[in-house]
């Protein structure tokens, strides 16, 4: 080996080690290989930046921003109240979302499923009270598999389909991988169900200011509209119908107070004073069609244009809203913000919130331009709270935000556009559209992992321009020459896997098919079922955060290290491996 290609393979190796060791966060890694790289001139200065503008990164932003704006549309939410009153254990949510996803991952990009149900594990983790990181990373695995099931399901398959073409005339269709793929996803379906458990329990992203805020016991008010689902409904079934998560404390109707009592009937134009969380109200007012109070408010003149927020803050003691009431201030008239919910330590409030008498301590929400905001809220004498996600008071989009990663998946499925630009353009979409506000979608964005990513593509792309991936594949073909075909067809497969880490899927396809298809050549074997097992092995990379996508998408949310992957991904490999050699086997014989 040449001194470049000893220094590649040493710079790989140590990073490898800091990553496992785990002194240093995973972008600062990322940097310090690259800056190594740089040094040992093994990737040159022009190019030392080219990684940030690789497809990966496009994706897997792009990718976090529509998941921000499905998980805001509240429409998995809505869909989940059916199947969460069946499925409340943890084992039992795992199935249902790596099944979904692993399944729906065989007819759209792996990555754009998984996308699609990452809004549904928080909601899933949420409602069981366990960490959404024993759900994200078998999520991902499952999108592997299940990309393996058919031609678009993956970008191996497809590479692996135009080498075949090239050697036979004949390429691979769209379903020539499902018995494979199939097989492989149903036994990775089982493993996790069980396997999870292998993962440590104390994995949680990484939290923020707001997340130390505990105010579960806000009132807002809301009025029952013409097509509320809660029309005709009693204040029982309404209660219990959201889980027992939010109280009614008192109805007006006609503007009279109407007790209110557990048969006592909804209708049309009723306003309800509700009790809950944040995030409890907003779910209730929004997915039941109800009224916030001060939605049809005007904005204050100069501000139409502005992007329309909330805010929590605390009343001081010289606060003006102190022995005062929102209606008697006239908050929106003289200030232009709502008040749209309140919450005061150990009491119940009951009155409407524009006659509710403010005092100090209070917990508030208000809702009004942005830009205005601040300087309200220091005329106003209140103090801003550390900065949460707060849903309740703004504008939901419904389906939109679904529909336009459907049309994303679509397009990528039938080869229209390439996933950078559909995903891309389906993220700017969400955020002209109004679904995703621009300050949600940056504060989405998981921009240590697009760090890590962009560092470590230049990085990783000197096994190739160094000549180490060419020997590593002339080695393979000595190697497999020795062997039985079981044997060879397993290296091949292995090789793959093991790849895949440092090259990505795609490269390693394209480095790993032609000498896997050679080398069948030369013994007389038919291609196909070394082709098939560099295509699974490059689908497969269980062991990194940084061979595929789903797994660099999954990382942040699920607050995962590094070693974290080869814990579950490890037996999960070796699962793959012995079944997937005999049953590659079985479904293309090499005679």
């Known amino acids: 080996m ?233 204040i029982a079934a309404f209660v219990a119908r959201h889980g027992h998560d939010v109280t009614v404390t008192q109805v007006l109707r006609a503007g009279i107070r109407t007790t209110p009592w557990r048969e006592l009937e909804l209708r049309a134009g009723d306003v309800l004073i509700l009790g809950g969380a944040p995030d409890t109200l907003e779910q209730v007012i929004a997915g039941d069609g109800l009224e916030l109070e001060g939605h049809d408010r005007a904005q204050p003149q100069g501000s139409e244009h502005d992007e329309v927020g909330v805010i929590e803050a605390v009343l001081g003691v010289d606060s003006v809203l102190v022995g005062q009431t929102a209606g008697r201030m006239l908050l929106q008239a003289r200030y232009g913000v709502n008040l749209i919910a309140i919450s005061r330590r150990g009491e119940r409030l009951t009155r409407r919130l524009a006659n509710t008498v403010l005092c100090p301590g209070d917990v508030v929400v208000l809702q009004g331009p942005l830009g205005l905001l601040p300087e309200r809220l220091r005329m106003l004498g209140c103090l801003p709270l550390a900065e949460r996600s707060l849903r309740l008071g703004n504008a939901r989009k419904g389906l939109l935000p679904l529909a336009v990663l459907a049309v994303a998946m679509a397009a990528t499925a039938s080869g229209l556009v390439p996933v950078a630009v559909a995903f891309f353009a389906a993220a700017a979409i969400v955020i002209l559209t109004g679904s995703l506000p621009v300050r949600d979608a940056y504060s989405h964005i998981e921009w240590p992992i697009l760090v890590m990513l962009g560092a470590l593509i230049p990085v990783s792309d000197t096994l190739r321009t160094t000549g ?61 079922a070394f082709l098939m097992a560099t295509a699974v092995g490059a689908g497969c990379d269980f062991l990194t955060p940084i061979g595929h996508q789903c797994n660099t998408l999954v990382m942040g949310p699920g607050g995962y290290r590094f070693g974290d992957y080869a814990r579950l991904g490890a037996p999960l490999s070796l699962l793959v491996l012995l079944l997937g050699t005999p049953l590659i086997l079985w479904v293309w014989p090499v005679h």
């Open 468 to 528: 180490m991936s060419d020997i590593i594949g002339v080695w393979l073909a000595q190697t497999a020459a020795s062997l039985p075909v079981w044997g060879a067809v397993g290296l091949i497969l292995v090789a793959a896997m093991a790849v895949t880490p440092f090259l990505n899927n795609a490269a390693t396809v394209l480095v790993m098919a032609p000498i896997a298809a050679t080398f069948a050549g030369d013994l007389g074997y038919r291609p196909e």
């Open 2 to 234: 040449t001194t470049p290609q000893i220094l590649s393979v040493c710079v790989l190796t140590g990073m490898m080690l800091l990553f496992i060791w785990g002194k240093f966060r995973y972008d600062v890694t990322a940097v310090i290989a690259l800056l190594a790289a740089i040094a040992l001139g093994l990737v040159k200065p022009e190019d030392a930046f080219s990684g940030f503008s690789d497809d990966i990164v496009v994706i897997v932003a792009s990718a976090l921003v529509i998941s921000g704006a499905v998980q805001r549309s509240g429409v998995i939410e809505r869909m989940l109240r059916v199947v969460q009153k069946y499925v409340t254990r943890l084992p039992s949510q795992l199935m249902v979302l790596c099944a979904s996803v692993g399944f729906a991952s065989a007819l759209v990009k792996n990555i754009g499923a998984l996308a699609m149900l990452m809004p549904a594990a928080f909601q899933m983790a949420k409602r069981s009270k366990s960490s959404p990181s024993a759900l994200l990373m078998p999520m991902s695995f499952a999108s592997l598999l299940g990309g393996l099931m058919t031609l678009v399901g993956t970008s191996p398959n497809i590479i692996v389909s135009r080498v075949r073409e090239d050697m036979t005339g004949t390429p691979f269709r769209m379903f020539d991988y499902l018995p494979v793929g199939l097989g492989l996803t149903v036994m990775g379906l089982l493993f996790l169900r069980f396997g999870y458990r292998l993962l440590p329990g104390d994995r949680r992203a990484a939290p923020t200011m707001g997340e130390a805020l505990d105010i579960q016991d806000y009132v807002t008010e809301a009025r029952v509209a013409e097509r509320s689902e809660a029309v005709g409904e009693t």
